[in-house]
């Protein structure tokens, strides 16, 4: 597999369920991220890990919970979502994340999220 | 104020026309910018990026970068109807590595 890989690729959930996302990539970087995109709406950062240490939290509820165990693998527990949290989440990886100019960031292909 | 903004649009070319995509930002201290591609269900794909004031080619795209007016532009040239898709701007916010994002515009390319 190349670039960066997301599952499931589409997801329905309850309010009450408990699930995970899960982001891999292969492109040898240190720094990923979790974006929400819903309609309408310009992409949201969530989170940003940068050689596996969360360097960024943009107010996300702690509905949402991150977890990377190393440069390659992102996850995203969900637990007790609303049906607001209905979007596109997206997977992002980039060379690192530092102040200044910032590298590029590579997405995969997210995983539509719908909760019921 | 948007951080980043963009006409949603839709932009309607015909087909071998020029499209011309615009974006403003606010902060004056960001450094890297960003145009990126997205069809519909799709995730965003990288068109191109820019750090200087100036033009920068890349086969039939063109970015370009105006810091002094905090403003920045994607051209397409001789325009398919497969360019037809939401075009996203991103820039760097000055004071962090945080990518900022505008909504996006829809173009539209008639055949």
């Known amino acids: 597999e190349t670039g960066v890989t997301q599952t499931p690729r589409h997801l329905v959930m309850g309010m009450t369920n408990k699930k995970s996302l899960k982001c891999e990539q292969h492109?040898?970087?240190?720094?990923m991220y979790w974006y929400k995109q819903s309609a309408k709406k310009p992409l949201e950062l969530m989170f940003v890990y940068n050689f596996k240490e969360q360097t960024e939290n943009n107010s996300v509820p702690s509905r949402f919970s991150p977890e990377c165990p190393n440069s390659s693998h992102l996850f995203l527990h969900l637990h007790t979502l609303q049906p607001e949290d209905s979007a596109l989440y997206l997977c992002?990886?980039?060379?690192?994340?530092?102040?200044?100019?910032?590298?590029?960031?590579?997405f995969g292909p997210g995983t539509r999220l719908t909760v019921l | 104020q948007k951080e980043v903004e963009q006409n949603s649009g839709p932009l309607s070319v015909p087909e071998g026309a020029i499209a011309s995509l615009n974006c403003t930002y606010s902060d004056r201290g960001s450094q890297s910018f960003f145009w990126y591609r997205q069809y519909s269900g799709k995730s965003p794909e990288l068109i191109m990026f820019i750090y200087s004031n100036g033009d920068k080619e890349d086969g039939r795209f063109t970015a370009q970068l105006n810091k002094a007016s905090q403003y920045v532009s994607l051209l397409i040239r001789d325009s398919q109807p497969s360019d037809s898709a939401t075009y996203l701007c991103a820039v760097t916010g000055g004071a962090t590595n945080k990518l900022i994002f505008g909504t996006g515009t829809l173009l539209a390319v008639q055949p």
């Open positions: 992002a990886s980039s060379l690192r994340a530092t102040s200044g100019r910032t590298d590029t960031q590579y």
């Open positions: 492109l040898g970087h240190n720094a």
